[in-house]
Antibody, heavy 122, light 110 residues
């Protein structure tokens, strides 16, 4: 079964750091670009970052640029999101999602995890 | 304020046809393909339409997508109660060099 499972969410103080992980199974992880998408409570979807299969292409939303780093370990079938200098507005459910095909993040995200919740509050 | 503009709500009765619009600009919808996602209450989003009008395997043909210029639409025919969900359009934006979503449309089946 194709599956993505996020972990690492939690409560963190403003200015703090957190590292999210996404474990992939059931498909050849190293062949797919991956994404992080977040959803603040009661709000819509917001794309956060994308990384191509071989890490050649990496993109960030302006709202997180300079504070967040996406990475992957193809040997461990895992995707990561290192989040620093966290703010209250980063509070959200964070989903990892597989890009359907290709090296670029515009073909559609066809597999999603269940999400992990990040709460930034003092 | 989302880069792509969707109506916040839509509604219809069972069996009806409903359309949801998504308006963008030349830097996103006007030059890149549009994808649509369905998010049922309390669940992760699901890819509903990719490449403007292509349905992934398993998506009923009641769902269809179209694009014209800088706008796109999602149509749902033969509306069913289980279609009650939030729907989001998305596209790549060449100016922002990032993926953008619409604000989402909450579909209510009356």
């Amino acid at each position: 079964e194709v599956q993505l499972v996020e972990s690492g969410g939690g409560l963190v103080k403003p200015g703090g750091s957190l590292r999210l992980s996404c474990a992939a199974s059931g498909f050849t992880f190293s062949s797919y670009s991956m994404n992080w998408v977040r959803q603040a409570p009661g709000k819509g979807l917001e794309w956060v970052s994308s990384i191509s299969s071989s890490t050649t292409y990496i993109y960030y939303a302006d709202s997180v640029k300079g504070r967040i780093t996406i990475s992957r370990d193809n040997a461990k079938n895992s995707l990561y999101l290192q989040m620093n200098s966290l703010r209250a507005e980063d509070t959200a459910v964070y989903y990892c999602a597989r890009e359907r095909i290709g090296t670029q993040p515009w073909y559609g995200m066809d597999v999603w995890g269940q999400g992990t919740t990040v709460t930034v509050s003092s | 304020q989302s880069v792509l503009t969707q109506p916040p709500s839509a509604s219809g009765t069972p069996g009806q046809r409903v359309t949801i619009s998504c308006s963008g600009s030349s830097s996103n919808i006007g030059s890149n393909t549009v994808n649509w996602y369905q998010q049922l209450p309390g669940t992760a989003p699901k890819l509903l339409i990719h490449s403007n009008n292509q349905r992934p395997s398993g998506v009923p043909d009641r769902f269809s997508g179209s694009k014209s210029g800088t706008s796109a639409s999602l149509a749902i025919s033969g509306l069913q109660s289980e279609d009650e969900a939030d729907y989001y359009c998305a596209a790549w934006d060449d100016s922002l060099n990032g993926r953008v979503f619409g604000g989402g449309t909450k579909l209510t089946v009356l």
